[in-house]
């Protein structure tokens, strides 16, 4: 069973702090992704990594950044948090080729004060 | 550009009342369909693609590129079925376009 995990469900950051989103997947999948999630608004990409030290922007890459050192582990960095940044944040991880699925985290809700 | 319209933000139906969730895409390419489904309090999760062409939990989708679409249906819906709907679109690479959401209501 695919496990992705996210380093913290809830998080509460204030305007300007440098923030760190932590997302691990089990199943050495080379494929990892970043989105957003607002009502509305649907699942956003902001990020995407093909494989180690490998990255993409996707459709908001905006005030985000992203990081790959390790096949296993995708972070998505906010420089300088932004109270429009406040979102439900999700990672999800595919295996490789175009046609696999997509297995989701369960999500990190930031709020930035 | 692949772009992916849900109209309806909410969806309510009764108890055994036929649904359908509407998705309508736009892509040039030959494009890759799916519906992924998040119940309340868990994570977001694959329910459906095209080309599997298959009936999960009683839902079907039919991709019909004349008209763009790829409609949701369930011919009696449950209770359980309440939940959060996306359409998505593969386009290019593994990039997934994912739609604005409908939420099912299922009431008795």
């Known amino acids: 069973d695919v496990k992705v995990t996210q380093s913290s469900r809830y998080l509460v950051k204030r305007t300007g702090e440098k923030v760190f989103l932590e997302c691990v997947q089990d199943m050495d999948h080379e494929n990892m992704f970043w989105y957003r999630q607002d009502p509305g608004l649907g699942l956003r990409l902001i990020y995407f990594?093909?494989?180690?030290?490998?990255?993409e922007k996707g459709d908001i890459p905006e005030g985000y950044s992203v990081s790959r050192e390790k096949k296993e582990r995708f972070s998505l960095i906010l420089e300088s948090a932004s109270t429009n940044q406040t979102s439900m944040y999700l990672c999800?991880?595919?295996?490789?080729?175009?046609?696999?699925?997509?297995?989701f985290g369960p999500g990190t809700r930031l709020t930035v004060l | 550009a692949q772009r992916v319209t849900q109209p309806e933000k909410l969806l309510s139906v009764f108890k055994g009342a036929p649904v359908e969730l509407k998705c309508n895409y736009s892509?040039?390419?030959?494009?890759?369909l799916f519906w992924y489904v998040q119940y309340s309090r868990q994570r977001l999760q694959l329910l459906l693609r095209?080309?599997s062409r298959e009936s999960i939990k009683g839902f079907t989708a039919d991709l019909n590129k004349g008209e763009t679409s790829f409609h949701l249906k369930k011919p009696f819906a449950q209770e359980e079925d309440s939940a959060m709907y996306y359409c998505?679109?593969?386009?290019?690479?593994?990039?997934?376009?994912f739609g604005t959401g409908t939420r099912l209501q299922v009431t008795l």
């Open positions: 892509y040039s390419g030959s494009p890759e």
């Open positions: 990594s093909y494989d180690v030290k490998m990255k």
């Open positions: 095209h080309i």
């Open positions: 998505a679109l593969r386009g290019t690479a593994s990039k997934l376009t």
């Open positions: 999800a991880s595919s295996l490789q080729s175009s046609t696999d699925t997509q297995y």
